[in-house]
């Protein structure tokens, strides 16, 4: 199978589908594998270390899409790629289609075949290709979060940590998932006051005794919510459904009551946001205020740590890349009921429920729609 890796496309993406030993990886597989000029450059995985691996250089991503059986990338395809790809071409990939309804109505018009890393499944019933960037953007969220506290950047100007004599900041962590308890472990290294809210009672108990009395865990009611929001300086929205909208548990009224030069991060912007407020911002132009509140909701957050986040994903995707150029997507599908979770879109039908379902569209089986 010919696998084709461009050069990410948005907005500060600096993440590549594939290290140079993912590519060696595949090569000794049997695979060509093609990846564009300067792909990962910027990350320090220059051209001839690809080339050493057994990838062959591309100058043109046009190239690669018309070339390739295989399309890996990491984040979802802009609009120019999406036209790009072809009827039974395999696009592995983020996509986070709920939110996003003209991407999936060029993904339905281009005939692919679209896995979604953020809906492939585990045994244990996880998502393993979603949570090695969880954990990332977990931890940035703490780090982002800190510093948008800072009062240069609009926040009240609290250390998250502290000092002697003086209270650390109250940090409030929306959702006990792989990101809440990434992001409640930086803040409480940091040494600030952490509370974690969720709706699992099972989990709750599991944090309790993870950090041994170090944070405090709330059961999550709407009444919860109004009271800690009021006292956050720092809030970190946490929440997921997989594949689905992110519901809004923070609504614009709590925003309007949190303190002036409070922060909010809303990891959950790729899948819409749970801030009612939220709006998809850039590493280029992270935040924007509403109500005095600072808030940070950049859709790529790994992307800023990407030499890091490009190999906790290779490490995360190559197995199931691996599977799919050997075997074809078809059987590497209808094999694995894992890797069936990730079939979002197939032969123009739309495979995942959560995003027919938002989005208004006749859900259709993935087996079946592999058979058309």
Not at 75 to 81: F, L, N, S, V
Not at 99 to 123: H, M, R, W
Not at 251 to 272: E, F, L, P, R, S
């Amino acid at each position: 199978m010919i696998i084709g890796v461009p050069k990410e496309i948005k907005n500060h993406e600096y993440r590549i589908g594939l290290t140079p030993a993912g590519v060696k990886e595949l090569a000794v597989n049997g695979h060509q594998v093609i990846v564009e000029n300067n792909g990962g450059a910027a990350i320090g995985f220059d051209n001839a270390q690809y080339i050493e691996a057994g990838a062959k250089i591309i100058d043109e991503a046009a190239e690669i899409f018309a070339t390739a059986d295989m399309i890996i990338k990491v984040k979802e395809p802009q609009a120019i790629e999406c036209k790009m790809l072809r009827p039974g071409q395999i696009l592995f990939t983020y996509l986070h289609l709920a939110p996003d309804p003209k991407q999936t109505e060029l993904l339905i018009t281009s005939g692919a075949t679209c896995i979604a890393y953020e809906t492939v499944t585990s045994p244990t019933g996880g998502l393993p290709l979603l949570a090695p960037m969880s954990e990332v953007a977990g931890r940035m969220s703490i780090q982002a979060g800190a510093h948008a506290l800072e009062i240069a950047q609009g926040g009240l100007g609290a250390l998250l940590g502290g000092v002697p004599g003086v209270a650390p900041a109250k940090v409030l962590v929306v959702g006990g998932g792989v990101v809440g308890t990434q992001a409640a472990r930086m803040a409480v290294g940091m040494g600030a006051d952490v509370t974690i809210l969720d709706r699992s009672l099972p989990r709750l108990r599991q944090l309790d005794t993870e950090f041994d009395g170090r944070l405090k865990t709330v059961y999550s009611t709407a009444d919860a919510m109004a009271q800690l929001i009021v006292e956050a300086d720092l809030v970190i929205g946490a929440v997921l459904i997989p594949g689905a909208e992110a519901p809004k548990l923070v609504t614009k009224a709590h925003i309007k009551a949190m303190k002036k030069g409070a922060v909010v991060v809303d990891v959950a912007i790729d899948q819409g946001g749970c801030f009612e407020t939220s709006k998809a911002t850039t590493h280029q132009d992270p935040t924007y205020i509403v109500d005095d509140v600072v808030h940070y909701c950049v859709a790529n957050m790994p992307g800023g740590v990407a030499r890091t986040s490009t190999m906790a994903l290779t490490n995360a995707t190559l197995p199931f890349a691996v599977t799919i150029a050997n075997k074809g997507a078809k059987q590497a599908l209808l094999e694995d009921e894992h890797l069936l979770a990730g079939l979002n879109v197939a032969a123009g039908k739309i495979t995942y429920k959560p995003v027919a379902d938002v989005l208004g569209y006749e859900f259709v089986e993935a087996k079946t729609a592999l058979s058309l």
